[in-house]
């Protein structure tokens, strides 16, 4: 069949860009096997099937037409937009990572210079930025999985390199969720294979500093990674508790206040022995750090986050206290302050935070009496009336929240009881 023209589609083909807008993935399948349907054929933008799908964010009809073929970098639509561009405006970071994973290049850029990575940020797509900056793809990892000249074996087993790459390509780099995928994949629970990770880890750092398009913020990452990678070493060989060890150092906090000081000062030190010093980035870093006194903001590790994943701000989003992942919604019952992915965060978490948990309900409750009488002498100004049902109502409240034991009566679906085994 001849290469695509723009606009000059089938009948077949136009009833497929149909069947893609309205979603229906079982038609465009029946579609796409017939004779007269080109999988990359082009509407009179431009626009493959492919870059509809993924504007629309629709995942499985991109996953769809992946399979049958669609070239992720196609690059005829009349701005020069690309599928891997119309995903990250589409805002959908499942969508952005499969464009990716098929090999979607990052630095092309678009009628007015902008790449795909800076049409997302400009539309306030931030965790597609964040996906697409910190995209490493599995075939340079792969690279160190062959012999290089004269070696005899390669430098990173191959078995290896699939546990590895899911390391790196992590967005949360919390150490104890680093430490939790390690530990979860027995590959990389083998000192002789975590040291040949670091390793490696270390060689792709130089390899970002060294080459033409240096890429100081995946240096910066490759380097965090191997210094966690070599923290889990030196833990799996000198610790009777392996990695539950690193994990409880990580997690931690210092009798005053519970701040997790080891934590800090870890990630200041792996920040610290960045080999390259000349680093713009390396020295932006150390100067948000170095005045700050431990404990206080910012943190070592949001300094480190925002310089790697470019995410600015934690307010809009909720991240479990344990091991950093986003969207956690499960409250500690008794305090309310603390917030985990689900209750096996919160168990590795109840050692140290049972030392806090009271006070910080306290402070939590001093906090709300102040803001109800706050509303109280609001609501007396405009309407008498209405105030006493909603004090009434705001002592109920405050007077349930105080016992564990009266939470099922709660509204709020989405407490954790602390685990009642680790209390001791
Ligand atoms: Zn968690
Ligand atoms: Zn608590």
């Not at 390391?167 to 027995?186: A, D, F, H």
């Not at 994943?309 to 479990?320: I, K, L, R, S």
């Not at 034991?405 to 954790?416: I, K, L, M, R, T």
Request: hydrophobic fraction near 35%; charged fraction near 25%.
């Amino acid at each position: 069949m001849a290469a695509p023209k723009k606009g000059d589609l089938t009948a077949t083909e136009k009833d497929l860009f149909q069947v893609i807008a309205a979603g229906n993935v079982q038609e465009a399948s029946r579609l796409l096997g017939c004779k007269d349907v080109r999988v990359n054929c082009l509407d009179e933008y431009g626009m493959t099937p492919l870059m509809h799908a993924a504007y629309k964010g629709k995942a499985d009809m991109c996953k769809l037409l992946l399979q049958h073929g669609a070239d992720v970098n196609c690059n005829e639509h009349e701005h020069g937009y690309t599928a891997l561009m119309f995903a990250g405006l589409s805002g959908k970071t499942d969508i952005t990572s499969m464009m990716l994973d098929a090999g979607a290049e990052t630095d092309v850029v678009n009628s007015v210079g902008r790449t795909a990575a800076q049409m997302a940020a400009f539309v306030g797509q931030h965790d597609c930025v964040t996906v697409i900056n910190n995209f490493f793809s599995r075939s340079k990892l792969d690279y160190y999985t062959k012999p290089q000249g004269l070696e005899k074996e390669p430098k990173l087993p191959p078995k290896l390199a699939g546990p590895l790459h899911k390391v790196i390509m992590t967005t949360n780099l919390n150490p104890v969720k680093i430490v939790m995928v390690v530990k979860e994949n027995p590959l990389l629970m083998d000192i002789e294979g975590l040291e040949k990770c670091y390793r490696v880890m270390d060689l792709v750092c130089e390899k970002c500093i060294k080459q033409q398009d240096m890429n100081e913020v995946l240096a910066m990452k490759m380097h965090y990674i191997s210094c966690v990678l070599q923290k889990c070493c030196t833990f799996i060989k000198e610790c009777e508790d392996k990695l539950d060890g690193l994990i409880k150092c990580l997690l931690k906090g210092r009798d005053s206040d519970g701040f997790p000081q080891y934590q800090e000062k870890f990630i200041r030190e792996c920040i610290r022995k960045f080999p390259y010093c000349d680093s713009t980035l390396l020295q932006q870093m150390v100067r948000s750090i170095a005045p700050v006194e431990i404990g206080n903001d910012p943190t070592a590790f949001s300094v480190l986050t925002q310089a790697i994943t470019g995410q600015v701000g934690f307010m809009d989003a909720e991240f479990c206290t344990t091991c950093g992942e986003k969207g956690a919604e499960k409250r500690c019952s008794i305090c309310k302050m603390v917030i985990y992915c689900d209750q096996a965060c919160q168990k590795l978490h109840w050692f140290t935070h049972k030392k806090v948990c009271k006070k910080l309900q306290e402070q939590r409750e001093k906090q709300e009496a102040k803001a109800a009488k706050k509303m109280e002498k609001q609501n007396e100004a405009e309407n008498t009336e209405a105030v006493e049902e909603a004090t009434g109502s705001m002592e109920r409240l405050t007077a349930a929240e105080g016992s564990p034991s009266e939470f099922p009566a709660q509204p709020d679906p989405a407490v954790c009881d602390p685990p009642l085994a680790a209390q001791d």
